[in-house]
């Protein structure tokens, strides 16, 4: 993982944690996708975090679809 990435999933994660959440990262999902950062609040509101430092990144990542069922 580089600096860059690295950094983003750091300030994401706490941000969220000051928000309330309790936070994960590299988290399983039942479906075997990972994801970046998973968060629950309090309320049991999920809230799913894909990171992506570089555009070339996002453009190629197609499995973020898999994720919205």
Known sequence: ???ST??????TMR??????YR???EF???NKKRV??????SKKKI???EVKAK?????TDKKWKNYLN
């Open 15 to 20: 941000y969220l944690s000051d928000k309330g």
């Open 36 to 41: 970046d950062i998973i968060g629950i609040n």
């Open 1 to 3: 993982m580089d600096k």
């Open 47 to 49: 809230i799913i975090v």
């Open 23 to 25: 936070v994960l990262s």
């Open 55 to 59: 555009e070339k990144d996002l453009k």
């Open 28 to 30: 399983a999902l039942p």
């Open 6 to 11: 690295r950094e983003i999933l750091q300030k």
